[in-house]
């Protein structure tokens, strides 16, 4: 039996984050929805890997798994993220539109006349985009900064709340004009 292997954002459960809760109900509240996101996605990840791709059906089995996904990563991006955290909005906005981007590819190259694995590739990036926004919010939620190439994170108040992952000079000086417009 030949399997997919996804990497399904390479999640790591058990004690997620936000020690010390109890204090704050919108704390409680993003940290039970988040935990269940994790939980959701671990059982994707289980299932999209269990796909057998030499049984028939398998390309409608994997791409209902990745509208499924894509949903649930979409659920998470609306969640309203404590101010503790909020460098983690953004990158679950960015999250959901890669997801999106993503799946959208992988019913184009897989439900076309013919399999285009250009499409395909294109998907298996902004796949994988989504999975490092994902990483990066984990990283937050366990109250560490994220690092890799290309990341910055400019700290305007205080560690997370208020803190801005790449965000430019040029973007903290029209983000003033940005606030004042709100």
């Known amino acids: 039996m030949k399997t997919l292997k996804w990497p399904v954002f390479g999640l790591l459960l058990g004690t997620l984050f936000l020690t010390g809760c109890g204090e704050d109900e919108s704390l409680d509240a993003y940290q039970a929805d988040m935990e269940t996101f994790f939980e959701d996605m671990a059982e994707y990840d289980e299932n999209m890997n269990a796909i057998d791709v030499s049984q028939d059906g398998y390309v409608e089995q994997l791409l209902g798994y990745l509208d499924a996904l894509d949903e649930e990563v979409a659920w998470m991006a609306e969640l309203e993220v404590p101010d503790r955290f909020s460098a983690a909005d953004s990158l679950a906005d960015e999250a959901s539109e890669n997801m999106a981007e993503a799946v959208s590819y992988f019913h184009m ?74």
Do not use: C, W
Request: glycine share 10%; net charge negative; charged share 35%.
């Open 109 to 182: 190259a897989y439900e076309g006349e013919e399999f285009d694995p250009n499409l395909e590739q294109a998907a298996r990036e902004y796949y994988e985009r989504a999975n490092i926004r994902i990483q990066y919010m984990i990283t937050i939620l366990h109250g560490e900064i994220p690092q890799g190439e290309g990341v910055t994170y400019t700290e305007e108040d205080k560690i997370f709340g208020g803190g801005y992952l790449n965000k430019t000079e040029e973007d903290s000086e029209n983000g003033a004009e940005d606030d004042m417009e709100d």
